[in-house]
């Protein structure tokens, strides 16, 4: 599966933006989807996941409350919904995949994802 994320721009503090996240190659219902960030000098962290079927999500905590990530498996795309940026939430962002069949499993560790998109910058002004 490909993975082509976009949507990152240049917001000042407090204004929002939705990445998304649109596969081709194969469906991505069977498939976990994750978003990471990686900062300037800094290691690649989690942000969001959620599971094949979008039941389940989970946020790091520097982000829940003020993140949203779904799915729309019939666009074959995953959304991450960003409200109330902050100058600390400025990363290149990336979605990751992970087939996981049938299964509801998702995973928080950028090591069980194989499958990447290429980043999408977001930059946010104070």
């Known amino acids: 599966v490909q993975l082509q994320a976009s949507g990152g721009g240049l917001v000042q503090a407090g204004y929002a933006l939705i990445l998304s996240c649109a596969a081709s190659?194969?469906?991505?219902?069977?498939?976990?989807i994750a978003w990471f960030r990686q900062a300037p000098g800094k290691e690649r962290e989690f942000v969001a996941v959620?599971?094949?079927?979008?039941?389940?999500?989970s946020y790091a905590d520097s982000v829940r409350g003020r993140f949203t990530i779904s799915r729309d498996n019939a666009k074959n795309t995953v959304y991450l919904q960003m409200n109330y940026l902050q100058p600390e939430d400025t990363a290149v962002y990336y979605c990751?995949?992970?087939?996981?069949?049938?299964?509801?499993?998702?995973?928080?560790?950028?090591?069980?994802?194989?499958?990447w998109g290429q980043g999408t910058q977001v930059t946010v002004s104070s």
């Open positions: 190659g194969r469906p991505i219902s069977t498939y976990a």
């Open positions: 990751a995949a992970r087939y996981v069949g049938n299964s509801g499993r998702y995973y928080e560790t950028e090591t069980h994802y194989n499958y």
């Open positions: 959620i599971n094949r079927g979008g039941s389940t999500t």
